[in-house]
Nanobody
Framework: QVHLVESGGDLVQPGGSLRLSCAVS????????MGWHRQAPGQQRELVAT???????NYATSVKGRFTIFRDNVKNTVNLQMNSLQPEDTAVYYC????????????WGQGTQVTVSS
């Protein structure tokens, strides 16, 4: 069983930075995709960024150049560095892992709140 726990959400002023972290426990195998999604009030959950087991990254257009997703293999975490935050980045951010071996399974964290406001 894979367990994900997010941390790092906070209230921050526009233009500020935050780093979200997702602690991953359990075996995810050698083929997987890790990602961050977000859901603002009244809106659907949307993809923010992903990183594959081979290290390839992908970003939503709205965050490209401002957010960076990266893994810490020592701490077994997947992190999201968020810079130049704007009010429209306000949302609950969810960590997600999809493992593919021996079968496709998806796991979600409980979410962490990010609020960008002056």
């Amino acid at each position: 069983q894979v367990h994900l726990v997010e941390s790092g959400g906070d209230l921050v002023q526009p233009g500020g930075s935050l780093r979200l972290s997702c602690a991953v426990s359990g075996s995810i195998g050698s083929m997987y995709v890790m990602g961050w999604h977000r859901q603002a009030p009244g809106q659907q959950r949307e993809l923010v960024a992903t990183i594959t087991s081979s290290g390839n990254t992908n970003y939503a257009t709205s965050v490209k150049g401002r957010f960076t997703i990266f893994r810490d293999n020592v701490k077994n975490t997947v992190n999201l560095q968020m810079n130049s935050l704007q009010p429209e980045d306000t949302a609950v951010y969810y960590c997600n892992v999809v493992k593919y071996l021996p079968a496709r399974l998806a796991y979600w964290g409980q979410g962490t709140q990010v609020t960008v406001s002056s």
